[in-house]
């Protein structure tokens, strides 16, 4: 966010000594392409399971060149506890499920849509 990015880049508070212009904040997987290799990225959200976090970690985690750094436990069932908590020597493995958007045509968007119910009825006398 910017409030880190400022923090970072104040005199005050500098423990990885980057100099001003050295962190950028990025909106968009796009705004990736802008800036040269090697990278440093550092995800928002540590699960790595939602958003641009979960987009750059399928993108990236492949190369052997880059590297994910767990910098805090994380909640099971999230791609960042799968390696966390993997006991053996990489290269590690871990599933994850990536939707994609896919366009449908009006027939399609009936037949998703359609709703079968079944009941049953049971007559109760008193």
């Known amino acids: 966010s910017e409030a880190i990015r400022n923090e970072l880049n104040t005199q005050q508070s500098r423990p990885y000594h980057f100099s001003r212009g050295e962190v950028q904040v990025i909106r968009s997987p796009d705004d990736l392409d802008?800036?040269?290799?090697?990278?440093?990225?550092?995800?928002?959200?540590?699960?790595?399971?939602?958003?641009?976090?979960?987009?750059?970690?399928?993108?990236?985690?492949?190369?052997?060149?880059?590297?994910?750094?767990?910098?805090?436990?994380?909640?099971?069932?999230?791609?960042?506890?799968?390696?966390?908590?993997?006991?053996?020597?990489?290269?590690?493995?871990?599933?994850?499920?990536?939707?994609?958007?896919?366009?449908?045509?009006?027939h399609e968007i009936k037949e998703r849509l359609k709703v079968t119910i079944r009941v049953q009825f049971t007559k109760l006398d008193f």
């Not at 060149?65 to 020597?89: D, F």
Request: charged share 20%.
């Open 34 to 106: 802008m800036f040269p290799r090697p990278r440093l990225i550092l995800a928002t959200d540590v699960s790595l399971s939602i958003g641009f976090s979960r987009y750059i970690f399928t993108k990236m985690a492949n190369d052997p060149r880059n590297l994910v750094l767990i910098t805090q436990r994380c909640r099971k069932g999230t791609p960042a506890y799968q390696l966390s908590s993997q006991k053996k020597p990489p290269p590690l493995v871990v599933k994850i499920k990536v939707a994609k958007m896919v366009e449908l045509s009006a």
